[in-house]
């Protein structure tokens, strides 16, 4: 029988997620922790680790234990565990976390960021106190009551003018859609796609519209090629258009998944002499509304008729905008067309549920209590 494990202090668990958060992950071996370290070893390593070792584990496996929505995403941005974080100064992601609360750099330091990393340390604790396996231990009794793996769909009914509306939510990669008439991409200004081995959602898009050969070797690479053949056709290769401007393409490969038309959106403009890009909200409410335009467009000339559309979060990864900016400056296009009568299919696609929760608590009405009233 493997031996109890011995549960951290809160207190000194806490003063070394504070450390953590001035540093950020990508010097954590530089750090002196050895409350989480300590926690780190009664954790099995799995197949791999971290790039910052077991002390990221212990962190993300936290982390990922605080049920979602704002308190997991400022606790990710405040650590540099969120995607793209890794190396931010401590300033950018405290600002980042704030952005996430609505509230200013001052107050957030003030009453929200000890709230957030009090939290990471608590599950930092509870990991250890409710004996999650250690290398070399058996792992315990399955057991389906207490934890369920979430929905990777949702339907959401938010009402709009009148009329309830429903919204589905994907959480998922954007591959994996089907039976979606327009997926809605990200791009550049110069409508020049990522490598497809890269993450993105334009990146991914394209790798999964190529069309290989039976033993997975590139055939034709469909949609940056037709991306390609759009910006020859209206003038622009090489030169910047209009943030907001859309360009369609087929869906490549992706046609045998009933995924019908791309609408790639030129949102990122890139900075001169740097790999980042800048994303104004105002050009992804212009870009959408531009998606809507296109489909009345072109519904009409398909059979069937073009009905259902699924939008990504805008600007949300590189651009820099938090997820509720994004899913805002997104929301303003979707409401305001919904608002007039279009009886347009709506889907969301995200990868991870603490975005979906956001979208869900976002889009779900709020029926008031009793002393509300």
């Known amino acids: 029988m493997p031996p109890s494990p011995h549960v951290p202090d809160h207190g000194a668990v806490l003063a070394e997620v504070r450390k953590v958060r001035r540093a950020g992950v990508v010097r954590l071996r530089a750090l002196d922790v050895p409350a989480l370290a300590g926690a780190a070893r009664e954790l099995p390593r799995g197949d791999g680790e971290s790039p910052g070792g077991p002390v990221e584990k212990v962190l993300r496996l936290a982390v990922s234990r605080m049920g979602g929505g704002t308190l997991q995403t400022a ?7 969120a995607q793209g974080t890794r190396d931010w100064p401590a300033a950018d992601r405290r600002r980042r976390a704030a952005q996430v609360y609505g509230v200013s750099v001052e107050r957030f330091r003030k009453h929200h ?64 859609l089907r039976d979606i008439d327009v997926v809605v991409s990200p791009t550049n200004i110069y409508f020049a796609l990522p490598a497809p081995y890269k993450s993105s959602v334009s990146a991914t898009l394209r790798r999964a519209g190529a069309h290989r050969d039976p033993v997975g070797g590139l055939v034709d690479d469909t949609i940056d090629d ?11 290769p090489g030169r910047a258009a209009q943030p907001g401007t859309v360009a ?36 992804i409410t212009r870009g959408v509304a531009r998606v809507f335009a296109l489909l009345a467009e072109e519904s009409g000339l398909h059979d069937p ?6 939008l990504p979060l805008l600007g949300a990864g590189r651009g820099g905008l938090t997820p509720l900016e994004s899913f805002g400056a997104l929301w303003a296009a979707v409401e305001a067309e919904l608002a007039r009568g279009a009886d347009w299919e709506i889907h969301f696609v995200v990868r991870r549920h603490a975005r ?18």
Do not use: F, K
């Open 75 to 81: 606790a990710e941005y405040s650590l540099g565990l």
């Open 113 to 176: 960021e000890l709230m957030v990393l009090g939290q990471v340390a608590e599950q930092v604790v509870q990991l250890v106190a409710q004996g999650v396996p250690r290398r070399g231990a058996p792992a315990p009794p399955y057991d389906p009551s207490p934890d369920r793996m979430p929905a990777a769909h949702r339907t959401l009914h938010p009402r709009i003018d009148r009329r309830t509306v429903p919204v589905t939510v994907h959480v998922h990669s954007v591959d994996l």
């Open 226 to 236: 037709e991306l390609r053949g759009w910006t020859a056709r209206h003038g622009s």
């Open 248 to 283: 369609v393409t087929s869906a490549g490969a992706l046609t045998g998944q009933g995924i019908r038309r791309i609408y790639h959106v030129a949102v990122a403009v890139p900075r001169p002499e740097t790999n980042d890009y800048d994303v104004q909200p105002a050009d």
């Open 305 to 310: 008729p073009l009905r259902s559309v699924c």
């Open 356 to 373: 979906a929760d956001l979208l869900e608590r976002l889009l779900t009405p709020h029926v008031p209590a009793e002393d509300d009233r």
